[in-house]
């Protein structure tokens, strides 16, 4: 069974430029999430989608942070335009539901923004 | 809202030997899950441990074992017989029954000595 797929695995860019990440979590897993993991600190969830529709993005910097999965399968999350603050590692995770006990996590993009 | 707290930002122990990492956790459910990740340097994060807070007896895989202790808000893991590889950032985790996401600790640094 192969895992969640994430890339780039690493990104560098100057504040104020845009950024995509890309997510494809394993096949059949309904729900999916970003988290965002500043260093030193555990991941902090950005948005939860159950299929193609959002149902938690409370913690997500809407002024700059946008994220879509068009046809319930792989994910992009942006960051237009980047902060100093944004840079940490970005984290995607699937599961098979909601309600599921584990999620599968992948590699994980680290953002540096200078 | 829910926290997750590890008081332990470092932790070492000797190869072969036993060691504990201490969580406590902020809830107002009753039911809910626990879980302690692993996250090696440079790699993804896998799922060591999950405690069900209905069930009493304290979960056990392999080399792994938890305390949980509902009334005190506590969840520890233990490490039997330390190996190298169990080096690692260890993140305890809190999900509700009702929601997706997982909230999780600050982490702790595990070094195995040889």
């Known amino acids: 069974e192969a895992g969640v797929a994430q890339s780039p695995r690493y990104k560098i860019i100057e504040k104020r430029q845009s950024v995509a990440f890309w997510c494809n979590p394993i096949?059949?897993?309904?729900?999916l999430y970003w988290y965002q993991q500043i260093l030193g600190q555990g991941p902090k969830l950005l948005i939860q989608f159950q299929n193609n529709g959002v149902v938690d993005d409370s913690q997500l910097p809407k002024d700059r942070f946008s994220a879509e999965r068009l046809k319930g399968v792989d994910s992009t999350l942006k960051i237009q335009p980047a902060k100093l603050e944004d840079s940490a590692v970005y984290l995607c995770?699937?599961?098979?539901?909601?309600?599921?006990?584990?999620?599968?996590f992948g590699p994980g993009t680290r953002l540096t923004v200078t | 809202a829910q926290t997750v707290t590890q008081s332990q930002p470092e932790m070492s122990v000797q190869e072969a030997e036993t060691v504990t990492l201490s969580c406590t956790y902020d809830?107002?459910?009753?039911?809910?899950?626990l879980f302690w990740y692993k996250q090696p340097p440079s790699r993804q994060m896998i799922l060591v441990i999950r405690q069900e807070a209905y069930k009493q007896q304290n979960a056990t895989e392999n080399r792994f074992s938890v305390n949980f202790q509902k009334a005190a808000k506590s969840f520890s893991l233990k490490i039997s017989d330390s190996q190298l590889g169990d080096a690692a950032m260890y993140f305890c985790a809190y999900r509700g029954t009702n929601a997706g996401k997982s909230t999780f600790g600050d982490g702790t640094t595990l070094t195995v000595k040889p």
């Open positions: 995770a699937s599961s098979w539901y909601r309600n599921s006990y584990e999620q599968y």
């Open positions: 809830t107002s459910e009753s039911d809910y899950y």
């Open positions: 096949s059949g897993h309904a729900t």
